[in-house]
């Protein structure tokens, strides 16, 4: 606007007036407002027809040439100005930083954020478990990791959105503000949390401070069910100083969704998660002030399948073997080695395993319990084996069975077992008693007779022999010579034959005494047996109901 006030200036300049002073004067005043350079041709024009009268005009020649010069000057000058007009006015500053500058300038992060300072500050809490990261049974410790948030209001962050281009959440840095002193009492160490550095804040004074945090938390485990064990362990958020009068604690959500939310928990690990139980609770000291509570209950599962295959199934193997050993010969020494071989063996597997068992100083898993009683009936094994071997390789010299034991073994306990031979038990008993019965009367009878010159020693015997002497007429006579009656030959050759009698039957005797004790360890092995298979199958089903039981709990 100014460029074309002075190209009107210089036109009226260029204008010599025929009145004096009245005509320049008149030629230097312009149009209160021109808009244009169109305007300022027009108003040009006007004033050259009206001092045609009073003025000598301009010759056109250089009042074209003094337009041409002056046209591109005006139009420089009219484009900024026209541009302006048709704008509102850029603000000097954004509305992120006049917002923060605004809410910050003035804001005190040390005292609690109400107006009155009888108003409780409600904080809202939430939780979502990630990860188990790790159970150390030892030290009783469990590392989990897990997704925390808060909600408070903050009065003195308030804004009206239309000041600041609609805008109606704002993130701050956290160091700036009032953040509530919210710990858990289960706390053991610092684990390696990524640092947050803002809360999001909305323009009613919702605060929302959201942080992952690796939790290293004391925790009472039980592992008396191991490896079919269930772990319940608790966090507890409180204020650690102000009073639930000052802070006051609540659940963001609901308590049912809280429970079953596993959306962003990671399944793949030897935990599982169970669900979350959540409650709130008032806690005093020494009837002080109370404070408030929020209690979560994490309730994880151990998955048993690699303890299973890797200590269990090993174990039961080799008891099963150890029952299979029965089935051996009770008078073959190769059951005493593979029984022993068999508790060489499980000693050096508890030997490996042994590092696997979780270690508490509080009590022993059923685990190591099921151990130690599989380790006492493989030694029991042995000691049953050892203890018929021995029954069965009794010494040359061995006393008779006792009734007792006779009664007892082959007779009831053979009937109690259902053992298929027991006639053959029974007869064979029954000849052996016959024969150790004649054995008895043939040695008293020949220590009360003195034996003749044909070496008999009973009557019947001597009466034989005289009926072969009155019958020898009859009879014909043998190829070869008989040595004479009281001829030394004769009586040698009878004592050889009696010693060799007395010798078979002294053998036989002991035969028939071996023999007993062999049929007492046989049916003693299989009741032995029995007990021993019923035994470890009430065990093995014993356990396996409780770890069921314990299971599905």
Request: overall charge neutral.
């Amino acid at each position: 606007m100014q460029g074309e006030r002075l190209i009107a200036r210089l036109i009226g300049r260029s204008q010599k007036p025929d009145g004096g002073g009245k005509a320049s004067k008149e030629s230097c005043c312009l149009p209160a407002r021109v808009h244009s350079s169109a305007e300022l041709l027009g108003w040009a024009g006007g004033r050259r027809q009206w001092g045609a009268g009073s003025m000598r005009a301009v010759t056109p020649a250089a009042l074209g040439a003094l337009l041409a010069l002056l046209l591109p000057l005006a139009s420089t000058l009219q484009s900024p100005g026209s541009r302006q007009q048709g704008q509102a006015p850029e603000p000097a500053e954004p509305a992120l930083r006049r917002l923060a500058h605004s809410l910050l300038a003035h804001y005190q992060k040390g005292t609690r954020p109400v107006r009155d300072w009888r108003t409780t500050t409600t904080v809202a809490i939430d939780l979502m478990v990630y990860a188990i990261l790790s159970v150390d049974e030892k030290n009783q410790v469990l590392t989990t990791y897990i997704w925390y948030r808060q909600h408070w209001m903050d009065e003195f962050l308030r804004w009206d959105p239309a000041h600041f281009d609609n805008l109606t959440h704002i993130s701050l840095p956290v160091e700036s503000i009032w953040v509530p002193d919210i710990l858990i009492n289960e706390f053991v160490d610092v684990g390696k949390s990524p640092h947050v550095p803002y809360v999001y804040v909305g323009h009613h004074g919702e605060v929302q401070n959201l942080k992952p945090i690796q939790v290293m938390t004391s925790c009472s485990l039980d592992i008396y069910n191991f490896p079919f064990d269930v772990q319940n362990c608790s966090l507890t958020f409180t204020s650690w100083l102000h009073h639930i009068r000052d802070i006051n604690l609540s659940l963001w959500r609901q308590p049912e969704l809280v429970k079953f939310d596993r959306s962003v928990f990671i399944n793949q690990g030897e935990w599982e998660l169970l669900y979350v139980l959540s409650c709130f609770q008032e806690f005093s000291v020494k009837s002080s002030d109370s404070y408030a509570e929020m209690k979560f209950y994490v309730v994880i599962r151990r998955r048993p399948l690699f303890y299973t295959v890797s200590l269990l199934l090993p174990s039961i193997f080799l008891m099963v073997m150890d029952i299979v050993g029965f089935y051996l010969p009770p008078n073959s020494g190769e059951r005493v080695s593979f029984k022993i071989t068999l508790l060489l063996g499980y000693s050096v597997f508890l030997i490996i395993v042994s590092d696997t068992l979780p270690a508490t100083a509080v009590g022993t898993p059923l685990i190591g319990i099921y151990f130690v009683v599989c380790m006492a009936l493989l030694v029991i094994s042995l000691t049953q084996t050892i203890l018929i071997v021995r029954l069965v390789h009794q010494p040359d010299r061995q006393p008779h069975v006792p009734e007792w034991v006779k009664h007892l073994l082959l007779e009831r306990a053979a009937v109690l077992l259902c053992i298929r031979d027991r006639k053959k038990l029974s007869q064979s008993r029954t000849q052996g008693l016959d024969i150790s019965r004649q054995v008895e009367n043939n040695d008293s009878a020949g220590e009360g007779s003195k034996p003749n010159h044909y070496g008999c020693e009973e009557p019947r015997q001597r009466e034989e022999l005289r009926e072969c002497e009155d019958m020898g007429d009859a009879r014909p006579a043998p190829a070869m010579a008989v040595p004479a009656e009281g001829s030394p030959l004769a009586h040698g050759i009878l004592r050889e034959i009696a010693a060799i009698r007395r010798f078979l039957e002294k053998r036989e005797e002991f035969r028939d005494v071996a023999r007993e004790w062999l049929q007492v360890g046989h049916v003693l092995d299989v009741l032995l047996f029995r007990a021993y298979l019923v035994a470890v199958l009430a065990y093995s089903i014993t356990l396996g109901t409780l770890w069921s039981v314990w299971r599905d709990a």
